[in-house]
């Protein structure tokens, strides 16, 4: 992994959502995912926001990834990775 978006966490959670198996969107529309969407990323760095938020206090709470409450992080997160990606 190298490069300013190529992690080991951003390489896992892809993995998880995208290509768990041969009919997962990354495998079944390759030439989408060949340049790993931006979009995507934004998607993937609100949902660990999330899981972060979870745990805020210590304990963990149940909380629902949900298009509202998360829409704000998605943005931010969409912007400030579109300012790097010139």
Known sequence: HSGLF???LNQKVANLLW????KDEGV???KLFTLFPIPALA???AAAECCVDKWVDGKQI??????GEYKE???KHL???KKFHV
């Open 79 to 81: 912007v400030n990775l």
């Open 62 to 67: 149940d909380i629902s990834f949900l298009y």
């Open 6 to 8: 190529q992690m080991k």
């Open 73 to 75: 992080a998605y943005d």
């Open 19 to 22: 290509y768990s198996n041969k």
């Open 43 to 45: 998607l993937v760095y």
């Open 28 to 30: 079944m529309f390759e």
